[in-house]
Structure formats: structure tokens, C-alpha cells
């Protein structure tokens, strides 16, 4: 199987060459806009073009951040020395269990400048003869396909919304090296380990909110299982809570796990005060709360998504109330603010659904 040498140019000036074993992810590569991620499991080579010997195995991303935004790497560090300023080493040190350990980075360098998307773009006014056309778009979003791409959620029905914003993002390529190799959570298919997973993720997020940061894009990509411990990633759209950083950005990289609010874009748990006049109702901004909804989603999909034995089929029941959640229904609120039918559920899924039940 083809594999390939990938360079990290660290910001202090080390070039490591990395070669990859197999492919984590790479469905989020082929999308028009957003990261183009890919992650590898690697492992790293000398000087002399060979394998490390006993080097053992990482993780290396190779992504599309932002211009305007910080590279994830940068992003856990203020993250962590906000939480050494406001709680001191010990929870410091407590709170980087439940995160990625970041054991290199850098830009992606090409002829001695950053590759980025600006660096592609004219940087003179067109010629007078050049005719421009219209970009044609759909009014109404299409399903879009299931690809067999590794890393995929297997057959998860997908479906965009129109954007909210035509602007177009710039961004920076980068590589980071993580010292854990992990599994996404929704490739877990004990239903004891995703259930201490999301309870790791919940510890994680419950230190970033402690020192007034929001992940944003809490999903089941991102949540994962490196050996007995369940870890947060994906930083890149986190953000300190404030007036100007926590303005909502619709995120729809996996609308499956968004919160019923950020996918409206408008609070629908408000009280009578403001529900009577929107004149007191105050700009919609992202908070801890849909960081946690995003969380409870995770077990939610993993119940209604799989059955409990090969080669058997859910009923029609299951079915339909998968369709009725997911991936990101309108429908679901009522469910949301309801209740979830788990007796369509296989028998043996049972216990875990009223497990989940306290997490609402």
C-alpha cells in the first residue's frame, strides 16, 4: 500500500520527516471549503532517510487552519496557561489528560513562504477583456453521498444547509505531530467504552469552560479513545468567551452533533420575558451549554445508528426515529425537549439508553 514521506517544518527550524503506516482520516479532505484534514498514523524517520529504530508510533495532521485564527497547537497552550494562571500547575497538569500531546508543529513551507490560499490569488486588477460569470447555486441543499473514504461514519446520511455567509475563508497549511495514536469515538463499538469516552470529553470541556473557552465543534470525530482514556481535539474553532469572539459561526462539518440552538441560530430554552418580546432578547451567542448538547448527541447517535448483533436489521420504528434526530432534523427539538423513544431500541441497548437519560 502507497505510503508517503510528509515533512513538518517546526517553527524552530527542524525538519522532521514523518512516514506514514495508514490512513486515520481523510474524509473531511474532500470538501469544497472547510480544513481539508487529513490524519495519519506515522512514525518518524532520520536524517538518512531511515526509519527511526524502536520510534513508535504518532498521529500527523495535516490540515487547513484560518488565517485569522490561531493554529491548534497555539490554541492548547493558551488554553492550558489560562488554566495555570486561574487554577494553578496541578490543575494544569490534571486538565492535559484529557487532551492531545502536541510533540511537533509548524506551517507547511513552499520557497520560503507560508502555503496559503493567499498566496494563490492575483494580486493585480484582471484585464479589461476578461469576461466574469456568475457562480450558479442551489436553493434548496441535496443529500450528499456516503463515500467509502476512510475515517468516514459509515452510511450516516448527511445533508447541508444552505450557507449562512458567502465570504470566503483564507487559510494557512500546517502540520501537527500528536504523541497519542487514538480511534474517533464513532468507531467504538463497545457501548461501556463510548459511554467513560464522553465522559472524559464532558472533563475536558469542563476545564476549557472553567477558564471561559468554548470548543465549538464538539462531534464524533474529534472525541476520542487513546488506550484507557477518552481525549478532546480539534481545537481549531475554539474560542475565549467573550463579546466579540463567541458571535455564533454555523459550523456544518458534521450537523449530526450540532446543538438545536447553534443550528437555529436563535435560543429556543428562553424565558417567557423574552419569548414575549424580542426587543429584550439579547445577539445569539455561543455557550458552554451547546458544547455540552453537542456532547450528549455522540450517545445518542451511537444508540439509534448501530444494532446489537451482525446481520441483523433495525425495525421500521428505529429507523424513523434515527430520521427524526438526525443528522441535525429540525424535528429533533421536539424530541430534545420531549423524550426519546428507546423502546424501538434493541432490548440489550436498553440500559444504556436510560444510562444516557441523566445527561440530559
Not at 70 to 76: K, S, V
Not at 309 to 333: A, M, N, Y
Request: glycine residues 4%; contains cysteine; proline residues 6%.
Amino acid at each position: 500500500k502507497i505510503q508517503y514521506d510528509i515533512t513538518v517544518c517546526t517553527d524552530e527550524g527542524k525538519n522532521l520527516v514523518y512516514q506514514t503506516t495508514k490512513v486515520i482520516s481523510d474524509f473531511r479532505a474532500s470538501a469544497l471549503r472547510g480544513h481539508g484534514t487529513r490524519v495519519f498514523e506515522a512514525r518518524l524517520k532520520s536524517q538518512d532517510g531511515k526509519l527511526v529504530k524502536d520510534a513508535e508510533l504518532v498521529v500527523l495532521k495535516d490540515s487547513w487552519h484560518d488565517c485569522d485564527g490561531d493554529r491548534e497547537d497555539r490554541i492548547h497552550e493558551q488554553i492550558f496557561a489560562d488554566l495555570r494562571k486561574k487554577q494553578g500547575i496541578e490543575q494544569e497538569a490534571e486538565a492535559r489528560k484529557y487532551f492531545l500531546t502536541v510533540l511537533a508543529a509548524g506551517n507547511v513551507m513552499v520557497d520560503g513562504k507560508i502555503d496559503g490560499t493567499n498566496s494563490l490569488l492575483r494580486m493585480s486588477d484582471l484585464p479589461a477583456d476578461c469576461t466574469s460569470y456568475p457562480l450558479l447555486f442551489d436553493e434548496f441543499p441535496k443529500t450528499k453521498p456516503t463515500t467509502p473514504a476512510e475515517g468516514l461514519i459509515p452510511s450516516l446520511p448527511y445533508v447541508l444547509s444552505p450557507a449562512k455567509q458567502s465570504m470566503v475563508v483564507h487559510r494557512n497549511h500546517s502540520r501537527l505531530v500528536f504523541k497519542e495514536v487514538y480511534q474517533p469515538i464513532f468507531e467504538v463499538r463497545s457501548l461501556d467504552v463510548v459511554f467513560e469516552t464522553v465522559q472524559d470529553a464532558r472533563r475536558a470541556l469542563q476545564f476549557m469552560h472553567s477558564v471561559d473557552w468554548v470548543h465549538r465543534e464538539v462531534n464524533a470525530t474529534n472525541v476520542l479513545r487513546a488506550g484507557s482514556m477518552g481525549k478532546l481535539a480539534d481545537l481549531d474553532y475554539a474560542k475565549r468567551m467573550d463579546l466579540n469572539t463567541t458571535r455564533c459561526e454555523f459550523r456544518m462539518e458534521a450537523p449530526e452533533f450540532v446543538a438545536c440552538e447553534v443550528e437555529a441560530q436563535e435560543y429556543l430554552f428562553i424565558s417567557p420575558r423574552w419569548s414575549l418580546d424580542r426587543h429584550f432578547r439579547p445577539p445569539f451567542r455561543f455557550n458552554p451549554l451547546h458544547d455540552m448538547e453537542s456532547l450528549v448527541w455522540i450517545p445518542t447517535w451511537t444508540l439509534y445508528y448501530h444494532v446489537d448483533q451482525e446481520r441483523s436489521r433495525p425495525s421500521g420504528d428505529h429507523i424513523r426515529w434515527f430520521h427524526t434526530l438526525f443528522p441535525g432534523q429540525g424535528s429533533r427539538f421536539g424530541a430534545f425537549f420531549g423524550s426519546f423513544d428507546y423502546s424501538v431500541l434493541p432490548p440489550s441497548f436498553h440500559r444504556a439508553a436510560q444510562e444516557r437519560r441523566p445527561s440530559l
